[in-house]
Each structure stands twice: as structure tokens, then as C-alpha cells.
């Protein structure tokens, strides 16, 4: 109780109750140690610390030793799924579908001296006249 006071708040009788409870059936050290989890986790609530017990009670988990061992094991197996998941994730459709796509090919000739005067010609040429046209639409 005082754990749960000084971590949690102050318990209502129902949750003293429950409390109790817990530790009568397993043991004081494995309810604290779920209370710990609880917090640690960013839930710190009865209820949630409850539900921590439950599961290690499913799983036959009766020390805080067997617990810290299930935390542990999860956390691999967390990690090596989290690890799974983006080894095996498919490439989306559009990655494939841009590996297919054949590259653009560099020009095999390039442009003359003479041409590239000619293309630059033109283009200050439709300049000016952009330029004109756009001075007179003002």
C-alpha cells in the first residue's frame, strides 16, 4: 500500500481491497513489481497493474525473477519482429515498376558549334518577342 501511495496516489478502498488480494494469492515483491511496470510504462493505474498480474498468472509466472525474464524475452522478440517486418516488407508497386522503366540515353551526337548558335539564335529570338508581347498585355 505505502508503494502504491507514494507512486500511484491513494488507493480507494476497492483498489486496497484488490490490492490485498494480489498479494495474498501471489506475493508482495511480484504486485509492487507490476506497479513498477505500470508506471514505467506511462500507466500508472491499478487497473493496468492488474492486468500485468493477469498475464503473468496466465503464463505461470509467480518471482519477480521470472518476470524480469518474460520482460526480457519480449523485448527480443519485439525487436527481432521490428527487424522481420522491414527485412520482408514488399517494395511497393511503384519502385518495381521504376526499376523496369529503361534509362534515359545520353544523345549519341552532340550539337555543332554552329547549330548551337543557331538554337540559341532562336530561343533569344522567342525571348524577345515573349518579351514584347508580354510589355504590351500590361
Known amino acids: 500500500m505505502v508503494f502504491y501511495q507514494h507512486n ?65 524475452e519480449f523485448e527480443n522478440y519485439q525487436s527481432n519482429k521490428s527487424n522481420r517486418k522491414a527485412a520482408s516488407a514488399p517494395l511497393p508497386k511503384w519502385f518495381e515498376e521504376e526499376k523496369r522503366k529503361p534509362k534515359p540515353q545520353e544523345p549519341k551526337e552532340q550539337m555543332s558549334d554552329e547549330e548551337k548558335a543557331n538554337k540559341r539564335a532562336e530561343l533569344e529570338q522567342f525571348v524577345k518577342q515573349y518579351k514584347t508581347k508580354g510589355s504590351v498585355s500590361q
Request: charged share 30%; proline share 5%.
Open 8 to 72: 500511484i496516489g491513494l488507493p480507494s478502498p476497492f483498489e486496497q481491497e484488490s490490492i490485498l488480494t494480489w498479494i495474498k494469492d501471489t506475493n508482495e515483491s511480484l504486485v509492487i513489481e507490476a506497479m513498477k511496470r505500470a508506471i514505467l510504462r506511462g500507466k500508472p493505474s491499478w487497473g493496468y497493474a492488474q492486468r500485468i498480474l493477469r498475464d503473468w498468472n496466465r503464463k505461470n509466472i509467480n518471482t519477480v525473477e521470472q518476470a524480469q525474464a518474460e520482460e526480457v
